[in-house]
């Protein structure tokens, strides 16, 4: 089987991760890595930085849209690697069914954050990627039927970069989005584990 043989059997098994991952490289390349906003302003999660306007009309692309935005060839590089093992991760040991609702609920809520806190000139995948990251942590502590599990140095090391991110040496990151994407995981983790219910109400 050649190389092109297994990224088709991947992606075939691993649609949404695949379909993230291929709508991130077609809009950073068509938007020269996010330099170019006339291209990619209809994706932003608005043009104004209050009233959501163009969502109350009836964009709701917008809630999800900024996740395929990236701003630099280490931005998209990294986001993509983390989603690549996260997301096939999730899909393949549990379902796309599961990976989507999971997609849905970390874009649009850490979306909602960010620009909240920021503003609407914003994007990338990290928000995501961070729900991910704690929604595995916490089934592989609290599922262990689920097949999940979290190398201890990658945990160790993406909080680092939480924190180097808040502590602002990285410049304009960004923040909130990774937050939100790090509870929202949590929780949607214990909301998947059976055993943790039954252990705590006994049934």
Known sequence: MNGFDQLKLWARYNRVTATLIALS?????????????????????????QGLPEILSGQLWRLFTPII????????????????QLG???????????????????????????????????????????????????QGKFNPRSGLELDQNTTIMMLIWFIVCWLGLVGNIANMAHTVGLVCGVILGLFYSPQFWRKRFKY
């Open 25 to 49: 490289i077609i809009v950073a390349l068509l938007s020269k890595i996010g330099s170019d906003f006339q291209l990619i302003h209809v994706l932003f999660f608005s043009e104004y930085r």
């Open 69 to 84: 935005i990236h701003f630099g060839i280490l931005h998209i590089a990294f986001n993509m690697l983390w989603l690549y």
């Open 88 to 138: 096939s991760a999730v899909e393949q040991r549990q379902n796309s069914k599961r990976m989507l609702i999971l997609v849905i609920v970390f874009s649009v809520l850490s979306n909602l954050a960010q620009f909240f806190w920021s503003g609407p000139i914003f994007g990338g995948m990290s928000g995501v990627v961070y729900g991910l990251l704690a929604y595995v942590w916490a």
